[in-house]
């Protein structure tokens, strides 16, 4: 008796599923002791089913949700539509049929998960959504298994490919974040309204799921402080590179004295940090923990067979489970009360590029300023100026956030000052 | 109602165990539903019984096995002995006994797994060894797990640290393979004898344990080429970096269309490939499949905390199925008939290097005998001689196992040929 599959959307996704189902046909019915049967599928509208049948498609294809949630002979609902609305109103009504659900949506659980993690929970039901993060990594199975016994510290994720492949074309060939933007459109990696991508929006989604499955902490989005990548100057690139350090969109969530922190923001990387050598659409999850150590998980963050992959990896554990009769487990079973850390304890070293008066005497108002807050410098670097201005640029010792507002506070109220670019600094 | 661990052995790794209990013990005891307790513990003799207590370590000590074996109280035995015997005399028994068993021993597993494996089947018991392969990178369990849902086609792994190291040393410092063994060995990552690291026999019993959970086929350790790293020169080195590549010992698991193929050897790899940046002790598993298309897990590939974690993450995964009602699952279900690949069908480009007589037309000599072979060049570099002799370093497009050894047998049929070393090389 096979195991039924509803799948909401026909989208690039949802059609490498019978793909992989297919090619992996053997492997996968071992290791579920059940075959899967993609039973029907929803589209928008006659249109689309047409249209899908048309071009050979031969699925049942139907327009109506409820022809799938009430289907009782449907174990597993598949949602790949993405955003929030209709897929929220789908899954839950899913859930409330008794359906297992398999989803791929990361701005839905990052906003709404946990309302409908909890729906699933009581009602004893698969809520899995490996594909949400970081596409074809399995990142959020591995912190959910086999990091059970340790202790995890910091994540730090290249979490978004179009602005890698974006930081990649500007760090090895020079490109301005403009026409890194515009090749990056015309290859599809970028949306035409690119502002989820290129200002960390999407990272930041990504890193209140990792929050949950790392720290056991369930943050809100908005407690995701997330800067983008727009702001990038060639200049910023090229004396990053001079400094022994790649400048990469780095999701950063780590754990202090005082609770978590988490930060999406255009991060200095040491030239060895592993997460230095990830390179265009890629992604990577760097894990510290007290066990492990350091641990890096490297992949495909999206495209259509590899989370296929993550979706097919999900539907194959529920169906087993459903077999063994052990169906219901959270995905991720590591809770505790969310606590945010004081800005005061999140401390790292910055950068700071800003332009000054080009005359004597300037470094010294640079240094009274940093000293006053008690933030020391790691590396000065004055750039020969124009007469009028000079360029400036500092890399601090570690600093809190407390302080780095403080000296921004300070650096913008010198009228002759201007505060071009910070970036967080990693390492030291 | 605690569930009861019995340890074979208190070395390094064993004493990292009670440490991540205690350090994660909330987290722990969530996901197993249950504490585990260490209730007795291996040892050689009442000397080591003596020294360990008199250290403070406050355990209850056996010197002879069946006080641990045949305790009905105890669920699970860990082995953290190392070597053949008498660890697979001692597994045996505890999963005659109808213990669970946990194990770190790849020596073991790879040589006799396929015994204990199914003996642990007939019985419904658990036998899980994440640690065995690449110490701290949960792999295997990605494999079994995440991976389901794919089909592996090639894996290719930086799987020793010791001799990772020491070619660490040896392409980003320069040092000779002699200086690079001295110093690991005083550092103690490497043996008095360090056969089994440098010589890759320790990465070819990993790659059998890959082999198996990657492409579901459990082959024989002698099945697995291997070739060591102590023949690498200064030279070799040197000439891989002016063609961009880096020289590391990489164990290569890949399925061609007539079976599969495990080789271990030092392996050129373009600068730019994601495990050419595995440094030092590190390890990395770099995995190519269907689905996802290329993917890497890298951590820590031995020490005391690292492995410890992965030994308790299959603790507690043993541990919630006891709960659960389930346990005896294997490790890894995915099982087909093992076939080796034809010789004809498994390529890779190589690297020759080699002394020629100083005179005109060798290149050409060179030429034929390739050629004669079907094998053509993609880089052939000649140095200035000395009017004796001359080095020429040949790197080949793609050429098969029989290709290569043809070649092989008539450069050495040259008397006035000395073909120094010849190397794998990946890409193209």
Do not use: C
């Not at 539907?315 to 169906?327: A, E, K, L, P, T």
């Not at 650096?411 to 970036?423: M, R, V």
């Amino acid at each position: 008796m096979a195991i039924k599959i509803g799948l909401l959307g026909f989208g690039t996704v949802a059609s490498g599923i019978p793909f992989l189902l297919k090619e992996n046909e053997d492997k996968i019915t071992a290791a579920a002791r059940d075959e899967f049967v993609i039973a029907k599928v929803l589209v928008k509208d006659d249109d689309e089913k047409n249209r899908l049948l048309a071009a050979g498609h031969d699925y049942h294809f139907v327009t109506n949700v409820d022809d799938i949630v009430k289907d009782p002979e449907i174990d597993i609902v598949v949602e790949l539509m993405g955003r929030i609305e209709p897929a929220k109103t789908f899954i839950t009504k899913a859930l409330e049929a008794g359906k297992h659900v398999v989803s791929a949506n990361k701005d839905l659980i990052a906003t709404h998960g946990k309302e409908i993690i909890g729906l699933a929970k009581d009602r004893g039901l698969a809520f899995y959504y490996e594909a949400a993060v970081a596409g074809g990594i399995p990142i959020l199975r591995t912190l959910a298994n086999s990091l059970t016994s340790d202790k995890v510290t910091r994540i730090l994720g290249v979490l978004n490919g179009t602005s890698n492949f974006m930081m990649t074309k500007m760090v090895d060939e020079g490109w301005t974040y403009e026409d890194a933007l515009k090749t990056a459109q015309e290859l599809g990696y970028a949306e035409s309204d690119p502002t989820n991508d290129v200002e960390g929006i999407d990272a930041a989604y990504k890193a209140v799921i990792l929050s949950q499955f790392g720290f056991g902490m369930t943050i809100d989005f908005e407690d995701v402080s997330h800067q983008g990548i727009s702001t990038i100057t060639p200049d910023d690139v090229a004396v990053a590179q001079e400094l022994g350090y790649v400048i990469k969109l780095v999701g950063d969530v780590r754990e202090t004295d005082s609770g978590i922190s988490a930060q999406v923001s255009p991060t200095f990387l040491p030239k060895e940090h592993p997460l230095a050598s990830v390179k265009g659409v890629m992604n990577a999850v760097f894990v510290e923990s007290i066990g492990i150590g350091e641990s890096m998980y490297y992949g495909p963050g999206a495209g259509q067979k590899p989370t296929a992959t993550s979706v097919v990896a999900d539907i194959i554990r529920i169906g087993r489970r459903i077999v063994d009769g052990n169906v219901g487990k959270s995905f991720n079973e590591f809770s505790r009360p969310a606590q945010l850390a004081n800005p005061a304890d999140v401390k790292s070293g910055y950068y700071f590029s800003l332009t000054v008066p080009d005359k004597k005497g300037q470094i010294l108002r640079l240094a009274e300023i940093f000293n006053g807050e008690d933030v020391s410098f790691s590396q000065v670097l004055q750039q020969r100026g124009d007469g009028q201005k000079a360029r400036i640029v500092i890399v601090t010792h570690a600093l809190s956030l407390t302080q780095l507002e403080n000296v921004k506070a300070k650096l913008k109220a010198q009228s002759d000052f201007t505060l071009l670019n910070s970036f967080k600094v990693l390492g030291d």
